[in-house]
């Protein structure tokens, strides 16, 4: 069974960091590129980051560059975001999901998803 489950969310004032984790089975992990994706209230999902399953390569959208990192430990089946300099903007509940292969093509390749984590960035 595909599972995914996010962890790590919280609140945290403007300028300050989190790091989130997600927990993956096997099925929905090996050989799959990892994205990250959040939601913010009124607004649609939007992707924020991804990364390829074995070159390691990574992908970021334009606004969190320079601030956001993912990452991937594939012995533990686990994908982390570090987010630094925050900003109330980011306010969003973020979800992990699992592509349907080792490449990041376009943000609608995701065919698993955890239930989400939320970020509560204050000002």
């Known amino acids: 069974q595909a599972q995914l489950e996010e962890s790590g969310g919280g609140l945290v004032q403007a300028g300050g960091s989190l790091r989130l984790s997600c927990a993956a089975s096997e099925r929905a992990f090996n050989n799959r590129a990892m994205g990250w994706f959040r939601q913010a209230p009124g607004k649609e999902r939007e992707f924020v980051a991804a990364i390829n399953w074995s070159d390691n390569k990574t992908y970021y959208k334009d606004s969190v560059k320079g601030r956001f990192t993912t990452a991937r430990d594939n012995a533990k089946h686990t994908v982390y975001l570090q987010m630094n300099s925050l900003k109330p903007e980011d306010t969003a509940v973020y979800y992990c999901?699992?592509?349907?292969?080792?490449?990041?093509?376009?943000?609608?390749?995701?065919?698993?998803w955890g239930q989400g984590t939320q970020v509560t960035v204050s000002s």
């Open positions: 999901a699992a592509a349907s292969g080792p490449y990041h093509y376009t943000e609608y390749d995701y065919d698993y």
